[in-house]
């Protein structure tokens, strides 16, 4: 009995532990022919909501014109709030990376988020289309192979910009942004031009991101004798604060200048003609002439009850657009992470803001134009009207050891 | 110098008259029925909402300043009578739980009906420019926060102090079980004040429109600091609440234009200070 019972025994344990050993190989096999799935993680609640949701509303619209299939693979987006919170953002990484095993992973729009999230993708080797967080460092000492980004690097915008209004608005001009990484990286950017170009910082302030009475900076700038601000502000804090601009009378005598998220069309209609005059630097506007951003306005606002889309959802479009190319030139094999990751390096394709290819030396989108904007009054009420244009602006990747 | 000193004091005074307005209908509750009514914060969106819908349907500003607040203390009424009233005997937790859910359910809810985008209150006509006071300028809607807050806490003052209805509130809060066995229907008095306080949170969202603009998670943003508006004043204490609202938007203003990498930090350590001096609030009752 006793020698049965153990012989039963180690069959037992044997079995189990061949089907533990088989089991990954066996559910492996059966992915390739299931879902694709695409990892989302975004704000949906919180100060940038409204960014999550235009990101995830033009990808769903280049999903839905591929019919959510792709090499006879259906697509799966798990979108996941993250709060704009990097521990609940980093959280819900993991959670898709370990227990969905996503095969491509996006997002986020917080930088801290993009930071936190790193090591995990990258020890994980874990494909991640960076769909808005513009932290510098993921192009420079923090770049990883494993991750590309769609959508801007925060000195892309901003180091054109610096040059630009100290040549043609002023050069007493005051700063501020809100206190977080992005904030600070976009200024930083700015200073790169501005200041060679005889350019003097009067003051700098960092209020706390989600600020909702900006009146104590404001009455500071009025008596700093800055003749121009430039700023980055975006969500609910770039309407508060170009209102409370406006309200305190500084727009008539100090011009408002920033990164281009100060008047994108998220926020536009709230700042209305507050808005009027400003004027900011962007890789994107819904005004651009070329085809393929035509129809993705044309598209975007039939979709989505006559919104327009903004540069968030220009981010969207080539995230997923990435996605969709890349997929469809491994024929939907996503085993093959490297064999993946090589076809997504080489991709290329006229986006809405103009040819769209990464950096092979950064992973980083490299813009085909940052684009100088003023918001005037044309046929269908206010909007980003282009007025110069810098071509060609890749991030320096200085640090960044590809392929590594 | 002066000047700027000025300016900055008149800022500090509109944020913490807007404090006040939000502040006093929380305390207020909390001093009646010993709730913390973390839906409070909710009661300022819905009123935000609301008046930006009335505002938009009538095109009048002063007609969402009164209606907003009747719809919200409405709702405030219906929420005290349905959930509210059969947790009085249980633990605080327990209230505590169910109107930090009614945050959530009131954020989808204006999700769901306005959309998630945020949206802009026009100040009334009358106050849309900015006005030279000594040398500081202000937006004229902020010099009209000021004094509309100022007169609110005056007749506020009257309505608790010098009337019938005031002196039943205050009894309520002072034992509310004594004033009960008084013949005084207590149960009404409850809902009343509920209602009385959803609607001075309402009313504050519709006040803080033009200035702070409207987005589904305002409510949760400015909960923290009214708060600590109501734990620097005292529970309870409507001078406390206006007291400790116009220190909190001093400290606020000045943190922010002096120290402003450490702005946050200060009222924080206000508050502190206030709770090691006097852990019941300027104007609380001594603990028991």
């Known amino acids: 009995m006793d020698k049965v019972t153990r012989r039963k025994f180690l069959g037992t344990v044997g079995l189990a532990a061949a089907g533990t050993a088989v089991g990954p190989w066996v559910l492996r096999a059966g992915a390739q022919s299931g879902p694709i799935k695409i990892g989302v993680v975004l704000p949906y609640t919180g100060v940038y909501a409204v960014l999550g949701e235009s990101i995830t509303q033009a990808m769903e619209l280049v999903f839905a014109r591929e019919n959510w299939t792709v090499a006879g693979r259906k697509i799966e987006m798990i979108k996941e709030d993250d709060e704009m919170q990097p521990p609940v953002g980093i959280r819900k990484t993991e959670k898709l990376i370990d227990s969905d095993k996503v095969d491509i992973l996006t997002g986020p729009v917080h930088s801290g988020i993009l930071m936190g999230m790193r090591d995990k993708v990258h020890n994980s080797k874990t494909i991640l289309i960076v769909s808005n967080a513009g932290a510098d460092a993921i192009s420079r000492a923090r770049c990883s192979k494993w991750i590309f980004r769609a959508s801007f690097s925060n000195w892309q915008p901003n180091q054109p910009m610096g040059g630009w209004v100290a040549k043609n608005v002023s050069k007493d001009v005051f700063l501020t942004a809100p206190n977080y990484q992005a904030g600070k990286d976009m200024m930083e950017a700015f200073k790169e031009t501005f200041l060679p170009a005889g350019g003097k910082v009067v003051g700098e302030d960092y209020p706390k991101l989600g600020e909702t009475d900006y009146a104590p900076y404001l009455t500071k700038i009025r008596q700093s004798g800055a003749k121009a601000v430039y700023c980055f502000f975006s969500g609910s804090d770039a309407v508060n604060f170009v209102k409370q601009y406006d309200q305190f009378g500084l727009k008539q005598t100090i011009k408002l200048s920033g990164a281009g998220f100060l008047t994108e069309p998220d926020v536009l209609p709230a700042q209305g003609k507050s808005a009027l005059g400003v004027v900011t630097g962007h890789f994107y506007t819904p005004l651009l002439d070329n085809p393929t951003n035509q129809k993705f306005v044309k598209d975007f606002r039939e979709k989505y009850a006559g919104k327009m889309p903004d540069g968030f959802a220009c981010q969207g479009y080539d995230t997923a657009e990435v996605i969709v190319r890349a997929l469809k030139a491994v024929n939907g094999n996503t085993q093959d992470k490297m064999k993946l990751v090589e076809v997504i390096e080489k991709s290329e394709f006229d986006s809405p803001r103009g040819r769209f290819r990464f950096d092979p030396k950064s992973h980083n989108v490299i813009q085909p134009f940052i684009y100088i904007r003023e918001v005037k009054e044309v046929a269908g009420g206010l909007n980003n009207v282009p007025i110069d244009r810098v071509a060609n602006v890749a991030d320096p990747g200085t640090g960044c050891t590809l392929p590594a | ?288």
């Open chain 2, 1 to 288: 110098m002066p000047a700027d000193l000025f300016a900055q004091a008149l800022n500090g005074l509109a944020y913490g008259v807007l404090l006040f307005l939000l502040s006093v209908g929380l305390t207020l509750i909390f001093g009646m029925l010993d709730v913390v009514n973390l839906a409070h914060g909710s009661f300022y969106l819905l009123g935000a909402y609301a008046g930006l819908s009335l505002i938009a349907g009538t095109g009048n500003f002063w007609l969402a300043l009164l209606a907003a607040p009747l719809a919200v203390g409405l709702i405030g009424a219906l929420i005290e009578r349905s959930c509210l009233r059969p947790l009085y005997r249980r633990p605080p937790l327990d209230q505590v739980l169910l109107t930090f859910g009614f945050i959530y359910l009131f954020e989808d809810l204006v999700k769901w009906i306005w959309g998630g985008r945020i949206r802009s209150i026009p100040p009334p006509d009358l106050f849309s420019g900015s006005t030279t006071l000594f040398g500081a300028i202000i937006p004229s809607y902020r010099l009209f926060v000021i004094v509309f807050g100022l007169v609110m806490a005056v007749l506020l003052w009257l309505l608790i102090e010098r009337t019938r209805l005031g002196a039943v509130i205050r009894a309520g809060v002072f034992d509310a079980e004594m004033t009960g066995g008084l013949g005084i229907n207590i149960h009404r008095v409850f809902t009343g004040v509920f209602a009385f306080g959803a609607a001075l949170g309402g009313l504050s969202g519709v006040i803080a429109g033009p200035i702070q603009s409207a987005y589904p998670s305002m409510g949760v943003t400015i909960l923290v600091p009214a708060l600590i508006v109501v734990v620097v004043g005292g529970l309870g204490s409507l001078k406390g609440s206006l007291i400790g609202s116009l220190v909190i938007g001093q400290a606020e203003t000045f943190g922010k234009a002096w120290l402003p990498d450490s702005s946050m930090l200060i009222i924080y350590v206000v508050m502190a200070g206030v709770m090691l001096v006097r852990p019941q609030g300027l104007f609380g009752r001594p603990l028991k």
